[in-house]
């Protein structure tokens, strides 16, 4: 019965990590969001805040943040039409995520690179 319960709840916690990947995996997306929380809000802008992200890709990758509700697209009338995109209410909850990441990531660097000792692996129980 034990053995029923914990394989319930790893295909829980198995699902619940795999809806988060699919609104923010890939390449590109957590990157558009950082460059959108660092105040870029055009797509001009977001394109040149990050190094090798082609016009087609942000394109796809916003539409499908807006998809995700992660962010929001306004179009402005005027000549030209401005387009902004901001990040929702919704999308600030990731902010603590992508610093936890980011230390994650630094650690990582320096594991890699020789700095520092490898951690003591931790058991999850998620």
């Not at 295909?11 to 660092?38: P, Y």
Request: hydrophobic residues 35%; charged residues 30%.
């Amino acid at each position: 019965m034990k053995k029923d319960i914990e394989h319930s709840q790893c295909q829980s916690a198995l699902r619940d990590i795999k809806d988060a990947l699919d609104a923010l995996g890939g390449k590109w997306k957590l990157q558009i969001l950082i460059a959108m929380f660092s105040g870029h809000r055009r797509f001009r802008e977001i394109e040149r805040n990050i190094p090798k992200l082609t016009s087609k890709v942000l394109a796809k990758e916003l539409k499908d943040l807006e998809e995700h509700k992660l962010i929001k697209r306004t179009v402005y009338d005027g000549t030209p039409v401005l387009v902004e995109y901001t990040p929702t209410e919704y999308a600030h909850n990731l902010q603590e995520v992508l610093q936890v990441l980011q230390r994650w990531g630094q650690n990582h660097r320096s594991i890699i690179m020789g700095k520092v000792p490898s951690p003591e692996p931790v058991d999850l129980h998620i």
